[in-house]
Nanobody, 115 residues
Framework: QAQLVESGGGLVQPGGSLRLSCAAS????????MTWYRQAPGKERELVAT???????YYPDSVKGRFTISRDNAKNMVYLQMNSLRPEDTAVYYC?????????WGQGTQVTVSS
């Protein structure tokens, strides 16, 4: 059974950094594109970063230059390094896997940026 488990969220001051992790199991991780989304209260879920099975990445302008997505296929892990965090980055962050056998979501991890 496919499973994604996020970790690494927490409270950080503006300008600080966090590294989110997503542990995958139950599917062929290396052949799936992996994406981080976030959802703030009262707002729609938005794409934060994506990495293809081949390692290509995409970021929206809102996080470009501050966030970095990476993957370790040997460990079935995907990471999101977040630097220069802003209060508007506060949200629940979700990991998603997309591939030939379907789409899987994690349960999310809360990130709060506040002084």
């Amino acid at each position: 059974q496919a499973q994604l488990v996020e970790s690494g969220g927490g409270l950080v001051q503006p300008g600080g950094s966090l590294r989110l992790s997503c542990a995958a199991s139950g599917f062929t991780f290396s052949s799936y594109a992996m994406t981080w989304y976030r959802q703030a209260p009262g707002k729609e879920r938005e794409l934060v970063a994506t990495i293809s099975s081949g390692g290509g990445t995409y970021y929206p302008d809102s996080v470009k230059g501050r966030f970095t997505i990476s993957r370790d296929n040997a460990k079935n892990m995907v990471y999101l390094q977040m630097n220069s965090l802003r209060p508007e980055d506060t949200a629940v962050y979700y990991c998603k896997a997309t591939g030939g056998l379907g789409t899987y979501w994690g349960q999310g991890t809360q990130v709060t940026v506040s002084s």
